[in-house]
């Protein structure tokens, strides 16, 4: 099928089934919805215009939270208060990152680039997160996330899943300082400012881009602030639906178009995949589709940065 505004022909049903890797990957690890768009935009389906793939990019990430975020609320696994403080600073930091992008990231040629190097500093986050190392070095995470997995057995086994909310967030203390609360047995505790400040940087790299801002925030909240994998997906993904609507608008502003009708079969994919990311989650353990998000990055990276220079040494074409 041709699109138009995209310049390209591609199948609906590929644009769905990637849709559907996309937002299962997006709300399950809360980070790469909008790297994964990026891929299928630029490498699957061929779109040559990048201030066409970043605004379509942010769709992707902002209908997925939307699906997933209130399925996490009502198992109550998500921090929310932390997610809107990412999000108050990350409005100010999508401004100033779509505008950057617009005005000097104007072409497929000077955004590709950047786009595969963004790719590989993930990746390269995602390789370090699977070691044992990592894992082993946060012991607090790793109790309540036993605590949690077993939880959910215990649950299952008795058919009484809609009493996971009992080891939900719970908070103690709230307030523009100190923050603290328990989740699976654990309690945790925060600072207000610290995640408003990494909301309002994340932002600008991740709206220049043209994606979510998962791929830094995830790390972010699980290893700085320390909070396990099961709550750290749906409050990153709330946080990036309000940043990544900032950008969307004001791309639009500045002058971008995006392709509706290829959106509308992509959409029909990010709400499936989104729907199940909560939903099989509990019972995926992160660490196996980190690994196998870990391989698609470091591959497409290499693609993007190297793949034209690997071509001419050896004849092997990425």
Partial sequence: MYFSVADVTVSPILLILWSIITGYVFSSVGAAGGILGGIGHISIFG?????????????????SPIISSPMYIREKRLVLQVSIALAV????????????????????????????????????????????????????????????????????????????????VNFSETGLGNNKFTFAGQTFEYKTLVPFIAGLLVAIVSSSMGVGGGFLLVPFVSSFMGFPMYIVAGTVTLSILITSLTSIINYIQLGSVMDYSMLSFELVGIVIGSYLGPKLSKYVKAVYLKGLLAVILTYTGTQYLFGKLISELTGFKM
Avoid at 47 to 63: F, G
Avoid at 101 to 116: E, Q, R, T
Avoid at 152 to 163: D, H, P, Q, T
């Fill in 47 to 63: 779109i040559k215009n990048a201030n066409i793939v970043k605004p379509m990019n942010q769709i992707l990430t902002t209908v």
């Fill in 89 to 168: 600073g990350g409005i100010a930091g999508a401004l100033l990152g779509s505008w950057l992008s617009h005005s000097y990231l104007p072409d497929m040629k000077s955004y590709k680039p950047f786009f595969g190097l963004i790719t590989y500093i993930v990746a390269a986050r995602l390789w370090y997160e699977i070691t044992p190392g990592f894992r082993n070095s946060q012991a607090k995470v790793k109790e309540a996330t036993k605590t949690f997995e077993a939880k959910v057995k215990e649950l299952k086994a008795s058919g009484k899943m809609n009493e996971i909310k009992n080891i939900g």
